[in-house]
């Protein structure tokens, strides 16, 4: 029975970071606390929990993300699954794929696994006017 283990939520002031900030979301939305990015520094926002999921199949994980600036047509993040060494699925986001700045928007990555490594959630800051990460939600 999985649904002791699904869904998961992983909040993000909870997951590892090389360069984010633990602040508050943007202003206007709910409540709690992000991670933010370092504007002038590229790196991983957030990543972890480097935990299995023990049971294999097909999973999606829900990216809980807003920038600041959404006319940037460039990359600003890329978001990845990854297994021990492998990666499982990864997508970069630009600017434009937010409906508004400083506003919460959803990706999403399916990607399979047999359950038995550790997985980890990444969200990597390539450049803008900032990032924030709220959760990462991950379902069968």
């Not at 649904?3 to 992983?10: D, E, F, S």
């Not at 997951?15 to 520094?41: D, H, K, W």
């Not at 400083?102 to 800051?125: A, C, I």
């Amino acid at each position: 029975d999985d649904t002791t283990i699904m869904p998961r939520v992983l909040e993000a002031e909870y997951l590892l970071s090389s360069t984010g900030i633990l602040t508050g979301g943007p202003s206007g939305t709910s409540n709690g606390m992000a991670m933010r990015a370092n504007e002038s520094v590229r790196g991983y926002v957030i990543y972890g929990p480097d935990v299995p999921l023990y049971i294999p199949g097909v999973y999606k994980a829900r990216f809980r993300i807003a920038a600041l600036n959404n006319a940037m047509t460039d990359e600003i993040a890329r978001i990845e699954v990854v297994e021990g060494s492998k990666v499982l699925a990864g997508m970069g986001i630009k600017g434009t794929d937010f409906p508004k700045s400083s506003e919460y928007g959803d990706f999403y990555l399916q990607f399979k696994t047999e359950g038995k490594s550790d997985v980890q959630y990444r969200v990597y800051f390539e450049k803008g006017d900032g990032l924030w990460v709220d959760f990462i939600e991950v379902v069968r």
